[in-house]
């Protein structure tokens, strides 16, 4: 069974700092990872997906993450933070024919100025 | 902009009432699900639907009673709720069930159940 761990629950950044948001899968078949963003009192966003394309995935308001097999990790990063990216961040993992999409605890982000 | 809207973004309910929570997606899609996102706890699978049939129970209570008449609404109806059932619970849809594609969410349904 695939499953996705976040490591921390909360990461602080000052603005202009880079973003390092961690997630770790797990799954026996090759996965389909995904993150997600949730803004205060909305719905999920989707950030970005690795579809087994491109290793190095950009996604949009500048986040990008990385597949790595060797490391079964799908790390999410931003070079430079900015006040409007705290949000709670969803690291995501579907494999085969199915409609399961599991979702780790999430990362809530803070950013100082 | 989302294509999922969600009705009523904001519920207050006691144990004996029923109410319904409702969905629409503008996209077009054939897939719908509920989850439930409660704090400090992942995202919940409660419900799927493709194509307006039910394809997933994920061992939700008889408390919860989904309906999707057609692939662009879906509806859960609720009754005789406990509080530890107060939580987000959000509407998405996806254009099929295969793996790559996206799943859309609505901006959820914040229940609190007294």
């Known amino acids: 069974a695939q499953s996705v761990t976040q490591l921390g629950s909360h990461v602080s950044v000052s603005e202009g700092a880079l973003v390092l948001l961690r997630c770790n899968y797990s799954?026996?078949?090759?996965?389909?990872l995904f993150w997600y963003v949730q803004y205060p009192n909305q719905g999920l966003q989707l950030l970005l997906k690795?579809?087994?394309?491109?290793?190095l995935v950009k996604g949009i308001n500048g986040f990008e993450a990385e597949f790595k097999k060797s490391e079964t990790s799908f790390h999410l990063t931003k070079p430079s933070a900015h006040m409007s990216d705290a949000a709670e961040y969803f690291c995501?993992?579907?494999?085969?024919?199915?409609?399961?999409?599991?979702f780790g605890t999430g990362t809530r982000l803070q950013v100082f100025p | 902009e989302t294509g999922v809207t969600q009705t009523p973004r904001h519920l207050v309910m006691g144990m004996t009432n029923k109410k319904s929570l409702k969905c629409e997606q503008h996209?077009?899609?054939?897939?719908m699900y509920w989850y439930k996102q409660s704090a400090k706890k992942p995202l919940e699978l409660m419900f799927v639907?493709?194509?307006?049939?039910?394809?997933e129970n994920n061992s939700v209570p008889s408390r919860f009673s989904p309906e999707c008449p057609n692939s662009s609404h879906l509806f859960l109806h609720l009754h005789t709720l406990q509080p530890e059932d107060s939580a987000l619970y959000l509407c998405?849809?996806?254009?099929?069930?295969?793996?790559?594609?996206?799943?859309?969410f609505g901006p959820g349904t914040r229940l609190l159940v007294l």
């Open positions: 996209l077009g899609h054939n897939a």
């Open positions: 998405a849809s996806r254009r099929d069930r295969g793996t790559q594609e996206t799943q859309y």
């Open positions: 690795y579809t087994s394309a491109a290793t």
């Open positions: 799954s026996s078949v090759p996965p389909y």
């Open positions: 639907y493709n194509f307006k049939e039910q394809t």
């Open positions: 995501a993992v579907i494999t085969g024919n199915t409609d399961k999409l599991i």
